[in-house]
Structure formats: C-alpha cells, structure tokens
C-alpha cells in the first residue's frame, strides 16, 4: 500500500509540476476573447469591462472578436474549435447553453465535452413595459387586457432573453400575446413606442429612461427580488406568481482541455475584476448583479438553467423561426 502511494504522489508530482510552470509564465501572449454579441451591445460592454481589469494584472492585452449570430452558437462553435492552450476564451450569455439546446434541433456545440465553464460572473432581469397610452396600469390588467383584445409583444429575437423571460411570463399567468420577433432591442423598443407591439420584456435599462420619460410604463420586473435600478417596480412573484424568477447570467468559458493551473488563473482574475468596487458600480448602472460563481456552481446554474427553459419551451411551443 505505501508503495502505492509513493507511486501516485509521484505520478501526481510529475503532472503538477509542469502545471504549475504552465501557470507561472501564463499569461505570456495576447488572449483571444470570443464574444456572441455585436459590438456595443450589453454582452459585448460587459466583457470589455471585465477583461480591462484582467489586463492590468496580467499585463496582456485581451482581443475582442465579436461573433454574434445563431443565439450564441456561432461564438461558441469558434471558441470550441481554438487551442486549449487558455489563450481563447468565450463570453456568452447563458442561453446559448441552457435554451439552444432545446430551440435548435442541431448545436455544434455540447456544454459538456466542449467546454469548461469558469463561472457566471453577474446576472441580469427583465423588465415588463407597455405604452403609456396602453389603458393598463398593472400586471394584472394587462392579462385582463389580453383576454379581451389580441396582444403583441417584442423581442430581440427568438429564444433571447426578452422571448424566454416573456414566454415564461405567460406560462405561469396565462397572458395572453403574439410573439414579434425583431433584430435586436432597439427595433423592438421602437414598435413597442410606436404601438406596434403592446408589451416586451426586455433589460432594465433600455426601458428606464423610455419610462422616464413617460413613454413606457413599468409593470413588473423578473428577478426574484427588485432592480435597485427600478426599486418601485414590484417582482412577478409579488404580484401572485411566487415561484416566479427568470434572470440570465454572463458566462465566462475555455474550451475543454484547457490546463486547469491556467484555467484557475483566469477563473480568480475575471472573478476579481468582477467584484472590483469601480465595476461594481457601473454594473448597478446597468441593472447587473455580480455573482461571480465557482465553476461546479455555475455548472449546476448551467444545468438547472437549461432543465427549466426546455420546460418552457415545451410547454409555450417555442421554436426556432
């Protein structure tokens, strides 16, 4: 038996210590950052904001490549194929992994032998706005609203956010409305405005200054407890619906493989930048909550995620258009 474990602590030796050498002289290159969004969008400020602080401690530059399209898939489908080597990393939102699945009957990526989740650094609601010359003043109208009259509501797309959280919405409250599906928010935030569409569910802060400037009005918000960007605004789960919460996490990845010494640098970096003060701050001014979650949780996130909108789906009949 002794000879046993003398033998896999040297094993284990002989591994680790070309890991740890590994990480000592990590970074020693330009990082390559895959993002799933358009330049600018919220995805897209999130991680630049994150990756800035990660550049000062490692001192190398981290590339943006914004490769939006396919709900993430296209993004993810280019990180997966890159180097293990900790020098590609992906930052998506969550629903690539957790509806996709479920929406597209093909994925060129598999969560599981493709990549290795680092951790959900910060969550983020939706907000629930109509006109203001909609003749509602509060969820509960709007649903008696809807049995009375034919709705529509937006979306930046299918299977986004705005879609799954609205979907959600509807499954658990009986509202009734067609899904519109636009090619990104600020579409969406003009049809809703110009009546076009009588509600959307979309982040907070593409509603908050339409709300007020008495263009919009605000209904309910998503998460399980209220924005601290819209305190007055009452949750979903207030108002009747208590097991209510649909948020969505910004999810920070390497493909599988990557040396753990070096996944664990990036791991402590981004979930250091994350929980900066200053980034703290501006993050609140974006309606997101850092999280920063260690990799196995946001594995089980990740999972328990994808359970629950593959129910939604189901039920709602979501599919990809």
Do not use: C
């Not at 293990?84 to 599981?112: A, H």
């Amino acid at each position: 038996m002794r000879l046993l474990i003398t033998s896999a602590a040297i094993a284990w030796g002989l591994i680790a210590v070309p890991q740890i050498a590994e990480a000592q002289n990590y970074p020693n290159k330009p990082i390559r950052v895959f993002v799933s969004s358009t330049a600018g969008g919220p995805l897209d400020v999130f991680t630049r904001l994150v990756t800035h602080k990660m550049e000062e401690r490692l001192h190398q530059p981290f590339v943006i490549e914004n490769r939006s399209g396919a709900g993430g898939n296209i993004a993810a489908a280019g990180a997966a194929q890159a180097e293990p080597d900790g020098y590609t990393v992906l930052f998506s939102i969550d629903t690539t992994f957790t509806v996709n699945p479920s929406l597209f009957k093909q994925n060129p990526v598999d969560l599981d032998k493709d990549f290795v989740p680092l951790s959900v650094l910060a969550k983020f609601g939706q907000a629930l706005g109509v006109p203001s010359t909609l003749p509602v003043s509060s969820l509960a109208d709007l649903i008696e609203l809807s049995r009375k009259k034919d709705l529509g509501y937006g979306s930046s797309g299918t299977g986004s956010p705005a879609h799954l959280a609205f979907s959600y919405l509807q499954a658990v409250s009986g509202l009734k409305a067609t899904h519109i599906p636009y090619r990104g928010n600020p579409p969406a935030l003009l049809a809703l405005l110009n009546g076009d569409i009588q509600a959307a569910m979309v982040v907070t802060t593409s509603l908050l200054p339409l709300a007020q400037e008495s263009k919009v009005k605000l209904l309910a918000y998503s998460d399980s407890t209220r924005s601290e960007a819209i305190p007055d605004v009452p949750t979903v789960a207030e108002l009747g619906y208590p097991n209510f919460e649909a948020v969505f996490g910004y999810v920070m990845l390497v493909p599988a493989n990557t040396p753990k010494s070096i996944a664990d640098v990036l791991f402590t970096e981004a979930t250091h930048a994350v929980m900066e003060p200053d980034v703290r701050e501006k993050l609140k001014s974006t309606d997101t909550v850092p999280i920063a979650l260690s990799s196995r949780d946001s594995v089980v996130w990740l999972h328990n995620s994808r359970k629950k909108w593959a129910d939604v789906i189901t039920k709602m009949n979501v599919s990809a258009e």
